[in-house]
Protein backbone atom coordinates (compact mmCIF):
# COMPACT_ATOMS: atom_id res chain seq x y z
CA UNK A 1 0.00 0.00 0.00
CA UNK A 2 1.05 3.43 -0.93
CA UNK A 3 1.19 6.51 2.16
CA UNK A 4 3.04 9.87 2.49
CA UNK A 5 3.71 11.60 5.64
CA UNK A 6 4.62 15.26 5.73
CA UNK A 7 6.78 15.96 8.34
CA UNK A 8 5.82 19.07 10.26
CA UNK A 9 1.88 20.16 10.12
CA UNK A 10 2.98 23.94 10.48
CA UNK A 11 6.19 25.64 8.96
CA UNK A 12 7.10 29.18 9.29
CA UNK A 13 9.78 31.41 7.72
CA UNK A 14 11.30 34.90 7.11
CA UNK A 15 10.56 36.78 3.92
CA UNK A 16 13.26 36.23 1.48
CA UNK A 17 14.29 32.19 3.70
CA UNK A 18 14.94 29.18 2.33
CA UNK A 19 11.86 26.94 2.01
CA UNK A 20 11.87 23.53 2.74
CA UNK A 21 8.58 21.34 3.24
CA UNK A 22 9.71 17.71 4.12
CA UNK A 23 7.99 14.80 2.26
CA UNK A 24 8.60 10.87 2.35
CA UNK A 25 6.40 8.34 0.96
CA UNK A 26 6.27 4.81 1.13
CA UNK A 27 5.66 2.96 -2.62
CA UNK A 28 5.90 -1.19 -3.86
CA UNK A 29 7.01 -0.07 -6.81
CA UNK A 30 7.71 2.96 -8.55
CA UNK A 31 5.82 5.93 -7.40
CA UNK A 32 4.61 9.09 -9.31
CA UNK A 33 4.95 11.97 -6.60
CA UNK A 34 3.28 15.24 -6.78
CA UNK A 35 3.23 18.87 -4.42
CA UNK A 36 0.27 20.64 -4.49
CA UNK A 37 -0.72 24.03 -3.49
CA UNK A 38 -4.66 25.07 -1.49
CA UNK A 39 -5.44 28.62 -0.88
CA UNK A 40 -8.16 28.83 1.30
CA UNK A 41 -11.77 27.89 -0.15
CA UNK A 42 -9.55 26.67 -3.18
CA UNK A 43 -9.22 23.71 -5.48
CA UNK A 44 -5.54 22.31 -5.50
CA UNK A 45 -2.87 23.86 -8.16
CA UNK A 46 0.04 21.24 -9.25
CA UNK A 47 3.14 22.81 -8.46
CA UNK A 48 5.60 20.16 -9.97
CA UNK A 49 5.44 16.40 -10.31
CA UNK A 50 7.78 13.74 -10.40
CA UNK A 51 7.26 10.93 -13.29
CA UNK A 52 10.37 9.23 -14.27
CA UNK A 53 13.75 10.75 -15.58
CA UNK A 54 15.95 13.71 -13.81
CA UNK A 55 15.53 13.51 -10.39
CA UNK A 56 15.80 17.06 -9.64
CA UNK A 57 12.22 18.48 -10.51
CA UNK A 58 11.49 22.14 -11.39
CA UNK A 59 7.76 23.45 -10.95
CA UNK A 60 6.25 26.96 -10.93
CA UNK A 61 6.94 30.04 -8.98
CA UNK A 62 10.53 29.22 -8.44
CA UNK A 63 9.69 25.71 -6.57
CA UNK A 64 11.58 22.57 -7.00
CA UNK A 65 12.00 19.21 -5.57
CA UNK A 66 13.97 16.27 -5.38
CA UNK A 67 13.28 12.25 -5.84
CA UNK A 68 15.58 10.19 -3.67
CA UNK A 69 14.57 6.64 -4.02
CA UNK A 70 17.07 5.63 -1.09
CA UNK A 71 15.74 8.20 1.47
CA UNK A 72 11.96 7.89 -0.33
CA UNK A 73 11.73 11.43 0.00
CA UNK A 74 10.60 14.24 -2.48
CA UNK A 75 11.00 17.43 -0.68
CA UNK A 76 10.33 20.73 -1.66
CA UNK A 77 12.30 23.47 -1.64
CA UNK A 78 12.44 27.19 -2.42
CA UNK A 79 15.19 29.32 -2.26
CA UNK A 80 13.84 33.06 -0.91
CA UNK A 81 9.97 32.69 0.60
CA UNK A 82 7.53 35.32 -0.87
CA UNK A 83 4.52 36.23 1.35
CA UNK A 84 2.14 34.90 -1.73
CA UNK A 85 3.64 31.51 -0.83
CA UNK A 86 1.55 31.30 2.54
CA UNK A 87 -0.87 28.56 1.72
CA UNK A 88 -1.37 24.33 2.52
CA UNK A 89 0.95 22.19 0.79
CA UNK A 90 0.15 18.74 0.13
CA UNK A 91 2.58 15.68 -1.42
CA UNK A 92 0.81 13.12 -3.18
CA UNK A 93 1.96 9.81 -4.42
CA UNK A 94 0.64 7.80 -7.33
CA UNK A 95 0.99 4.63 -9.29
CA UNK A 96 0.17 5.22 -13.06
CA UNK A 97 1.38 1.61 -14.64
CA UNK A 98 -1.89 0.65 -15.84
CA UNK A 99 -3.61 1.62 -12.55
CA UNK A 100 -6.48 4.12 -11.59
CA UNK A 101 -3.72 7.14 -11.63
CA UNK A 102 -5.71 8.31 -7.89
CA UNK A 103 -3.94 10.58 -6.06
CA UNK A 104 -2.65 9.65 -2.05
CA UNK A 105 -1.93 12.68 -0.36
CA UNK A 106 -0.08 13.96 3.01
CA UNK A 107 -2.14 15.48 5.64
CA UNK A 108 -0.56 19.02 4.42
CA UNK A 109 2.06 21.34 5.90
CA UNK A 110 0.83 25.25 6.35
CA UNK A 111 2.92 27.50 5.24
CA UNK A 112 3.27 31.15 7.17
CA UNK A 113 4.88 33.50 5.60
CA UNK A 114 6.33 36.05 7.92
CA UNK A 115 7.51 39.61 6.90
CA UNK B 1 -9.56 26.59 -21.29
CA UNK B 2 -12.48 26.66 -18.72
CA UNK B 3 -10.73 24.64 -16.43
CA UNK B 4 -13.14 22.13 -14.07
CA UNK B 5 -15.96 23.84 -12.63
CA UNK B 6 -17.87 22.60 -9.70
CA UNK B 7 -21.04 23.66 -8.62
CA UNK B 8 -22.19 24.76 -5.94
CA UNK B 9 -19.26 26.44 -4.61
CA UNK B 10 -20.94 26.05 -1.11
CA UNK B 11 -24.43 23.94 0.20
CA UNK B 12 -25.63 24.01 3.76
CA UNK B 13 -28.09 21.51 4.61
CA UNK B 14 -30.28 19.97 7.07
CA UNK B 15 -29.33 16.11 8.19
CA UNK B 16 -31.05 13.59 6.94
CA UNK B 17 -31.62 16.12 3.71
CA UNK B 18 -30.24 14.85 0.13
CA UNK B 19 -27.69 16.98 -2.00
CA UNK B 20 -26.28 16.83 -5.01
CA UNK B 21 -22.73 18.10 -6.53
CA UNK B 22 -21.75 18.57 -10.03
CA UNK B 23 -18.68 18.89 -11.55
CA UNK B 24 -18.14 19.81 -15.21
CA UNK B 25 -14.25 18.75 -16.11
CA UNK B 26 -11.90 19.77 -18.96
CA UNK B 27 -13.54 18.88 -22.08
CA UNK B 28 -11.30 16.64 -23.57
CA UNK B 29 -10.26 15.08 -20.74
CA UNK B 30 -11.19 11.54 -19.68
CA UNK B 31 -11.05 10.45 -16.30
CA UNK B 32 -12.61 12.27 -13.87
CA UNK B 33 -12.08 12.02 -9.98
CA UNK B 34 -13.77 12.87 -6.57
CA UNK B 35 -11.76 13.48 -3.51
CA UNK B 36 -13.21 14.62 0.19
CA UNK B 37 -11.33 16.86 2.07
CA UNK B 38 -11.84 17.26 5.85
CA UNK B 39 -10.45 20.44 7.70
CA UNK B 40 -6.88 20.20 8.37
CA UNK B 41 -6.20 17.48 6.36
CA UNK B 42 -5.15 16.08 3.01
CA UNK B 43 -7.95 15.17 -0.09
CA UNK B 44 -8.90 11.58 0.63
CA UNK B 45 -10.26 9.33 -3.06
CA UNK B 46 -13.81 8.77 -3.28
CA UNK B 47 -14.14 7.17 -6.63
CA UNK B 48 -13.28 8.07 -10.26
CA UNK B 49 -14.95 7.51 -14.25
CA UNK B 50 -13.12 6.66 -17.17
CA UNK B 51 -15.53 7.93 -19.42
CA UNK B 52 -18.93 6.98 -18.54
CA UNK B 53 -18.09 3.99 -16.51
CA UNK B 54 -17.36 3.88 -12.15
CA UNK B 55 -14.30 1.92 -12.17
CA UNK B 56 -13.42 2.38 -8.68
CA UNK B 57 -14.59 3.04 -5.49
CA UNK B 58 -13.63 3.76 -1.95
CA UNK B 59 -14.47 2.04 1.19
CA UNK B 60 -15.24 5.51 2.24
CA UNK B 61 -18.36 5.35 -0.33
CA UNK B 62 -21.11 4.45 1.71
CA UNK B 63 -24.37 3.46 0.59
CA UNK B 64 -25.25 6.77 0.51
CA UNK B 65 -23.25 7.96 -1.77
CA UNK B 66 -23.78 7.57 -5.48
CA UNK B 67 -21.98 8.97 -8.50
CA UNK B 68 -22.79 9.14 -12.47
CA UNK B 69 -21.07 10.20 -15.00
CA UNK B 70 -23.58 9.91 -18.32
CA UNK B 71 -22.41 10.24 -21.14
CA UNK B 72 -18.93 10.38 -20.03
CA UNK B 73 -19.19 14.56 -20.04
CA UNK B 74 -20.16 15.99 -16.01
CA UNK B 75 -20.51 14.27 -13.07
CA UNK B 76 -23.09 14.37 -9.81
CA UNK B 77 -22.66 13.06 -6.80
CA UNK B 78 -25.28 12.64 -4.44
CA UNK B 79 -25.77 11.82 -0.78
CA UNK B 80 -28.53 10.57 0.34
CA UNK B 81 -29.66 11.17 4.04
CA UNK B 82 -27.17 13.39 4.99
CA UNK B 83 -25.18 13.27 8.19
CA UNK B 84 -22.67 16.03 10.54
CA UNK B 85 -19.80 13.55 9.41
CA UNK B 86 -20.71 14.25 5.85
CA UNK B 87 -19.24 17.89 6.59
CA UNK B 88 -16.73 18.30 3.85
CA UNK B 89 -14.75 20.18 0.87
CA UNK B 90 -15.40 17.54 -1.86
CA UNK B 91 -13.02 17.95 -4.79
CA UNK B 92 -13.46 17.40 -8.65
CA UNK B 93 -10.48 16.31 -10.73
CA UNK B 94 -10.12 15.21 -14.69
CA UNK B 95 -7.03 14.33 -16.39
CA UNK B 96 -6.47 12.34 -19.55
CA UNK B 97 -5.97 8.88 -18.60
CA UNK B 98 -2.58 7.91 -16.85
CA UNK B 99 0.56 7.24 -19.13
CA UNK B 100 0.06 9.65 -21.27
CA UNK B 101 2.58 13.12 -20.88
CA UNK B 102 -1.02 15.16 -19.79
CA UNK B 103 -2.11 12.74 -17.38
CA UNK B 104 -1.87 15.67 -14.50
CA UNK B 105 -5.11 16.05 -12.50
CA UNK B 106 -6.74 19.33 -12.43
CA UNK B 107 -8.58 20.48 -9.23
CA UNK B 108 -11.60 22.19 -9.42
CA UNK B 109 -12.56 25.04 -6.53
CA UNK B 110 -14.67 22.48 -4.64
CA UNK B 111 -17.88 22.20 -2.91
CA UNK B 112 -18.02 22.70 0.65
CA UNK B 113 -20.96 20.73 2.62
CA UNK B 114 -22.12 21.67 5.81
CA UNK B 115 -24.55 19.72 7.43
CA UNK B 116 -26.24 21.31 10.30
Known amino acids: AQSVTQLGSHVSVSEGALVLLRCNYSSSVPPYLFWYVQYPNQGLQLLLK??????LVKGINGFEAEFKKSETSFHLTKPSAHMSDAAEYFC?????????????FGQGTTLQVKP | DTGVSQDPRHKITKRGQNVTFRCDPI?????LYWYRQTLGQGPEFLTY????????KSRLLSDRFSAERPKGSFSTLEIQRTEQGDSAMYLCASSLAPGTSRDTQYFGPGTRLTVL
Open chain 1, 50 to 55: YTTGAT
Open chain 1, 92 to 104: AVSLFSGNTGKLI
Open chain 2, 49 to 56: FQNEAQLE
Open chain 2, 27 to 31: SEHNR
